[in-house]
């Protein structure tokens, strides 16, 4: 294993290890979450605490890269220790864990919003729940892996393009106006899309914008009204079978796939709840290929922060049909891994930090060019 900044001088632990805290007020879940990671190469843990409060107080000695962070805790809360243990530790980041009640999802998601990278919910671990506990493992352990930045070479979408060997050249963007504009995004996306949401709301006005955002339910359809809001578009979480129309947002759903059906006079939008795509659902990849199909060249894609390598697939076959595609660069991504391996497959015709991506869709959306 080796271990990879995502930000310059970020890393604080030891070179060969991301240094991990956990919150928890379970003294179960804590000894639970500490036994897993502690059997994964790559990964310390360097401190638990039962509750908001002994965290602050222990963060600083820590040091932590990845902080696993429960919402619902005694004497301090997650959500109240949040701004706090940025204040003290900046450069780590907080996964939060919750139970996946409306209550805790409507909480989780300001705590998205307040800076925590990432989200996982957290099952019911009674008799008979190891089903849930497995799943919850896995995807704990990747995504501790994927914020901490312990990447295995062998398994890395991202393994040439990170050491600049092979790396492929940008494609030619497309000469036509984008007729629609696309984004795929995961870990750190919330952030990200806030960020170009508020600063490209004028231009979306004249496309249909959708979005496909790895979420679970109840999260996409509040993060499709704040998005709509930022925008000022109208939409949000999307609806099976509603027609594309300029200045509309289409989020899909969390547990669903979204495609563009119907025909490319009449476009519209159809959900599904087939089988997961690169482990997601939604999933970028089936988005962005029924885009390609539909818009052709005239389709502006965006692949935002994230892990794994969803989206690579789709943004190839849209760079193939003469559309143009951006991806969010290293520097600035949570996860370099979706933007990374898009950049990977030769699909990209701009790489760039989320701080220019706004201007640069704007730019496209109303003249067909990018700003140098």
Same mark, same amino acid.
């Given at each position: 294993?080796?271990?990879?900044?995502?930000?310059?001088?970020?890393? =604080? @632990?030891?070179?060969?290890?991301?240094?991990?805290?956990?919150?928890?007020?379970?003294?179960?879940?804590?000894?639970?979450?500490?036994?897993?990671?502690?059997?994964?190469?790559?990964?310390?843990?360097?401190?638990?605490?039962?509750?908001?409060?002994?965290?602050?107080?222990?963060?600083?000695?820590?040091?932590?890269?990845?902080?696993?962070?429960?919402?619902?805790?005694?004497?301090?809360?997650?959500?109240?220790?949040?701004?706090?243990?940025?204040?003290?530790?900046?450069?780590? *980041?907080?996964?939060?864990? /919750?139970?996946?009640?409306?209550?805790?999802?409507?909480?989780?998601?300001?705590?998205?919003?307040?800076?925590?990278?990432?989200?996982?919910?957290?099952?019911?671990? =009674?008799?008979?729940?190891?089903?849930?506990?497995?799943?919850?493992?896995?995807?704990?352990?990747?995504?501790?892996?994927?914020?901490?930045?312990?990447?295995?070479?062998?398994?890395?979408?991202?393994?040439?393009?990170?050491?600049?060997?092979?790396?492929?050249?940008?494609?030619?963007?497309?000469?036509?106006? %984008?007729?629609?504009?696309?984004?795929?995004? /995961?870990?750190?996306?919330?952030?990200?899309?806030?960020?170009?949401?508020? *600063?490209? @709301?004028?231009?979306?006005?004249?496309? %249909?914008?959708?979005?496909?955002? *790895?979420?679970?339910?109840?999260?996409?359809?509040?993060?499709?009204?704040?998005?709509?809001?930022?925008?000022?578009?109208?939409?949000?979480?999307?609806?099976?079978?509603?027609?594309?129309?300029?200045?509309?947002?289409?989020?899909?759903?969390?547990?669903?796939?979204?495609?563009?059906?119907?025909?490319?006079?009449?476009?519209?939008?159809?959900?599904?709840?087939?089988?997961?795509?690169?482990?997601?659902?939604?999933?970028?990849?089936?988005?962005?290929?029924?885009?390609?199909?539909?818009?052709? /060249?005239?389709?502006?894609?965006?692949?935002?922060?994230?892990?794994?390598?969803?989206?690579?697939?789709?943004?190839?076959?849209?760079?193939?049909?003469?559309?143009?595609?951006?991806?969010?660069?290293?520097?600035?991504?949570?996860?370099?891994?979706?933007?990374?391996?898009?950049?990977?497959?030769?699909?990209?015709?701009?790489?760039?930090?989320?701080?220019?991506?706004?201007?640069?869709?704007?730019?496209?959306?109303?003249?067909?060019?990018?700003?140098?």
């Amino acid at each position: 294993m080796q271990l990879r900044s995502h930000h310059a001088g970020e890393r =604080s @632990g030891p070179a060969n290890s991301a240094r991990v805290m956990i919150v928890d007020d379970s003294a179960v879940v804590r000894g639970m979450v500490r036994r897993w990671l502690a059997e994964q190469s790559g990964i310390e843990v360097v401190a638990a605490a039962g509750d908001g409060r002994a965290a602050i107080k222990a963060v600083v000695a820590a040091r932590p890269d990845v902080i696993i962070l429960d919402i619902e805790m005694p004497v301090m809360d997650g959500l109240t220790a949040l701004p706090e243990l940025k204040r003290l530790a900046p450069d780590a *980041h907080i996964l939060i864990s /919750s139970t996946l009640s409306q209550r805790n999802a409507e909480i989780s998601f300001r705590a998205l919003n307040a800076g925590a990278s990432d989200y996982l919910a957290k099952p019911g671990f =009674s008799a008979g729940g190891n089903d849930g506990r497995e799943i919850f493992r896995a995807e704990l352990v990747a995504k501790v892996r994927a914020l901490g930045g312990v990447v295995d070479p062998a398994e890395s979408a991202n393994a040439k393009a990170d050491s600049g060997v092979g790396r492929p050249g940008l494609r030619k963007p497309s000469n036509a106006i %984008p007729r629609v504009l696309t984004i795929g995004s /995961s870990t750190g996306g919330p952030g990200a899309l806030n960020q170009i949401f508020e *600063h490209t @709301g004028a231009a979306m006005a004249g496309v %249909p914008v959708l979005v496909t955002q *790895h979420m679970p339910p109840t999260f996409t359809k509040l993060l499709g009204d704040k998005l709509a809001r930022l925008a000022a578009l109208s939409g949000g979480e999307a609806v099976d079978g509603e027609v594309l129309v300029p200045g509309r947002l289409y989020l899909a759903p969390g547990g669903r796939h979204m495609r563009v059906a119907g025909t490319k006079t009449r476009p519209i939008i159809a959900l599904d709840d087939g089988p997961p795509v690169n482990f997601c659902r939604p999933a970028v990849d089936p988005l962005f290929e029924s885009v390609a199909a539909t818009f052709g /060249s005239a389709t502006l894609a965006v692949v935002l922060t994230g892990m794994g390598a969803d989206g690579a697939a789709g943004s190839v076959l849209i760079a193939n049909a003469g559309g143009t595609v951006i991806a969010q660069d290293e520097a600035t991504s949570t996860v370099w891994g979706m933007p990374g391996a898009a950049m990977a497959a030769g699909a990209c015709a701009f790489v760039q930090p989320l701080g220019q991506i706004a201007g640069s869709i704007s730019s496209l959306l109303t003249t067909g060019r990018c700003r140098p």
